[in-house]
């Protein structure tokens, strides 16, 4: 990639704003006192963070009007969404051209997904169940483990904040159709949130196979649980259960099976003890990942013991350890050689700020059952400029362990596992530019990503298939958020560009998108809230099977422009209706070859609160 045109246009803004320091912009704001955890497992301001972060607040949740998880990510700079048909249907998310199961996804601080195919199915995440998404780009193996090369997605369940209940209802496009409750309670000594909700459609047809020209929707029934209860002001206990499960349709090349039932289930308690400036928090989990149809069953089960220490000091020094513990177990309609794997884990995080200097560094050390252990660190300088600039320089490593289809696969008369693969490895650096000026936020992101030993599923002479460690790839590319106020209205723009490439071909790897732009622009007169959102997608390689050769041929999925827009409206502090269009030009595009993506989608609901 060429980096001049880049460095070109942050100097000329740079120049223009960093040096002449406007004297009314402020640093008060909301977001520098957001505390946040995905950056070091513990608290701490969101101005302090040294890596790329994005937050998206309950708030905006409730004025995009999200169908599903595609519909939050998509909208954030450096996460390209990849959709196989509409709502339900199975999602990728490419974090800075890395691979989808290379982005570590959490939910409540819990490692959630499928241990034989390395990713969680984003698409079953119920979005009306969330309070906030916490998302950083680029590696955090030396705080969190294996998969988190290109970032991590940290989903925090919804939390009601007082003593209320809600009632929504939704219907639109394709029959869809959406039932959520929830109701909060808080006493004296702690507070305890419940949330109910069911979603059902009835889909389109999502390929033109002629062996399937069936609708394909889903059913989808969630619930979720949040408790806390302090015994005193240096003792208390959080508890977090959610449940989703359902059916999911689809279609597939050559018939067969076309449902899919599943269950997702995690809880996790948390008990922590604070002495002093200390902070120790004790954590046991489990969380399970279920699929099966009528010729197949997978399931992963996951129990994990965390112990995390935090100390802060007044003079700018914070320190955060601990150890992880967690075992994986695989259950399926095939019997795997190997179906339990154990890993243990270490880790230190030390941060520090002093004058204008911010400083972090993170090493870790992972022990996992049949593989090398791993080593991985993070080292982060921060130089505030002035009170409204920084520029910070990242580098660290990553790594993702080979999934149980990867190792142990049931040998079969096409393919098999292999034992002897080794963890996938990476080696990121990147240059960030923060800032602000006036009413308007900005953060301009340059990075540089080598991935080692990536694993892919190749054929011999015979068409059998094994996985190996064959491959490598650079990840390089130009992210950028501008956020301001003007004329009335807030606008949002976010621009992405990815050299994705395979280094031992010089070809970009399928499916990323080269260019990804987004624009939000919203607006609150009284009670009415609009939003208006456009987006365009580059040119994104894809391969097709070619019947005639038994091979795949490279084709190029066509740029496209997306439009969508929403509305809120307040009768009064408990009556609120609103509304959605989604591709509100019905643009004919595609995601992936073959795969239809929805055209223009309606959606109304009307939402009752007690207070």
């Given at each position: 990639?060429?980096?001049?045109?880049?460095?070109?246009?942050?100097?000329?803004?740079?120049?223009?704003?960093?040096?002449?320091?406007?004297?009314?912009?402020?640093?008060?704001?909301?977001?520098?006192?957001?505390?946040?955890?995905?950056?070091?497992?513990?608290?701490?301001?969101?101005?302090?963070?040294?890596?790329?972060?994005?937050?998206?607040?309950?708030?905006?949740?409730?004025?995009?009007?999200?169908?599903?998880?595609?519909?939050?990510?998509?909208?954030?700079?450096?996460?390209?969404?990849?959709?196989?048909?509409?709502?339900?249907?199975?999602?990728?998310?490419?974090?800075?051209?890395?691979?989808?199961?290379?982005?570590?996804?959490?939910?409540?601080?819990?490692?959630?997904?499928?241990?034989?195919?390395?990713?969680?199915?984003?698409?079953?995440?119920?979005?009306?169940?969330?309070?906030?998404?916490?998302?950083?780009?680029?590696?955090?193996?030396?705080?969190?483990?294996?998969?988190?090369?290109?970032?991590?997605?940290?989903?925090?369940?919804?939390?009601?904040?007082?003593?209320?209940?809600?009632?929504?209802?939704?219907?639109?496009?394709?029959?869809?159709?959406?039932?959520?409750?929830?109701?909060?309670?808080?006493?004296?000594?702690?507070?305890?949130?419940?949330?109910?909700?069911?979603?059902?459609?009835?889909?389109?047809?999502?390929?033109?196979?002629?062996?399937?020209?069936?609708?394909?929707?889903?059913?989808?029934?969630?619930?979720?649980?949040?408790?806390?209860?302090?015994?005193?002001?240096?003792?208390?206990?959080?508890?977090?259960?959610?449940?989703?499960?359902?059916?999911?349709?689809?279609?597939?090349?050559?018939?067969?099976?076309?449902?899919?039932?599943?269950?997702?289930?995690?809880?996790?308690?948390?008990?922590?003890?604070?002495?002093?400036?200390?902070?120790?928090?004790?954590?046991?989990?489990?969380?399970?990942?279920?699929?099966?149809?009528?010729?197949?069953?997978?399931?992963?089960?996951?129990?994990?013991?965390?112990?995390?220490?935090?100390?802060?000091?007044?003079?700018?020094?914070?320190?955060t350890g601990g150890f992880d513990f967690y075992t994986d177990e695989v259950e399926a309609s095939t019997n795997f050689s190997v179906s339990e794997r154990d890993t243990e884990a270490g880790f230190l995080h030390l941060a520090y700020e002093t004058g204008n200097w911010i400083f972090e560094a993170a090493l870790r050390r992972e022990e996992i059952d049949n593989i090398d252990s791993e080593n991985t660190h993070n080292v982060g300088i921060g130089y505030r400029l002035n009170s409204n600039w920084t520029v910070i320089v990242n580098q660290g490593t990553g790594f993702k362990v080979p999934t149980f289809n990867d190792l142990y696969f049931p040998a079969s008369n096409f393919s098999a596992g292999n034992p002897d693969l080794v963890s996938e490895t990476s080696d990121n650096v990147e240059l960030i530019i923060r800032g602000s000026y006036e009413n308007a936020r900005l953060e301009f992101v340059i990075y540089d990503n080598e991935v080692d030993d990536l694993i892919v599923w190749l054929p011999n002479d015979q068409f059998f298939f094994q996985p190996f460690n064959v491959a490598k790839a650079t990840l390089s590319g130009f992210e950028s958020t501008i956020d301001f106020d003007g004329f009335g209205l807030n606008h949002k723009f976010t621009y992405s560009y990815v050299d994705a490439e395979d280094d031992s071909t010089g070809s970009q790897l399928l499916r990323r998108a080269d260019q990804v732009f987004n624009y939000n622009l919203s607006k609150t007169i009284g009670a009415f809230n609009y939003l208006l959102h456009m987006s365009y997608h580059g040119e994104r390689p894809d391969a097709v099977f070619n019947n005639t050769t038994f091979t795949t041929d490279r084709v190029t999925l066509s740029d496209y422009v997306l439009v969508d827009t929403s509305f809120t409206y307040a009768f009064n502090k408990r009556l609120k209706i609103k509304g959605s269009i989604n591709n509100l030009f019905d643009e004919d595009y595609q995601d992936v070859a073959n795969f239809i993506t929805p055209g223009t989608e309606f959606y109304l609901s009307l939402e009752y609160r007690t207070n």
């Open positions: 990639m060429k980096y001049s045109f880049i460095f070109a246009a942050i100097a000329t803004s740079f120049s223009a704003t960093a040096i002449a320091e406007d004297p009314t912009s402020s640093n008060d704001s909301d977001q520098e006192n957001t505390l946040v955890i995905t950056a070091s497992r513990s608290e701490q301001p969101l101005d302090s963070v040294l890596s790329a972060f994005d937050l998206i607040s309950r708030e905006e949740i409730e004025l995009i009007q999200p169908t599903s998880m595609s519909d939050l990510l998509s909208k954030v700079a450096g996460l390209d969404v990849v959709r196989q048909g509409g709502g339900g249907q199975n999602a990728s998310v490419f974090t800075r051209g890395a691979n989808s199961n290379q982005t570590l996804i959490l939910v409540d601080g819990v490692r959630v997904g499928s241990a034989t195919l390395g990713v969680k199915s984003l698409q079953s995440i119920p979005t009306v169940q969330i309070e906030r998404i916490e998302i950083i780009k680029g590696p955090r193996a030396a705080i969190w483990g294996s998969d988190a090369i290109g970032g991590v997605i940290h989903i925090i369940t919804r939390k009601i904040d007082g003593t209320e209940a809600s009632l929504e209802a939704t219907s639109g496009s394709d029959g869809y159709n959406k039932q959520v409750a929830t109701a909060g309670v808080s006493y004296d000594s702690g507070s305890t949130s419940l949330s109910i909700s069911n979603e059902e459609t009835d889909g389109y047809n999502i390929t033109p196979t002629p062996t399937q020209e069936d609708d394909d929707g889903f059913e989808r029934t969630s619930y979720s649980l949040r408790s806390n209860y302090r015994f005193s002001d240096n003792f208390s206990t959080d508890l977090v259960y959610q449940d989703t499960h359902g059916e999911l349709e689809f279609d597939t090349a050559f018939g067969g099976a076309d449902k899919s039932d599943y269950e997702n289930e995690h809880w996790v308690i948390n008990v922590l003890y604070r002495s002093g400036n200390w902070l120790n928090t004790f954590s046991y989990s489990e969380s399970t990942d279920d699929s099966e149809t009528t010729t197949s069953f997978f399931r992963t089960e996951r129990d994990q013991n965390s112990w995390l220490t935090h100390y802060t000091s007044d003079s700018g020094l914070a320190l």
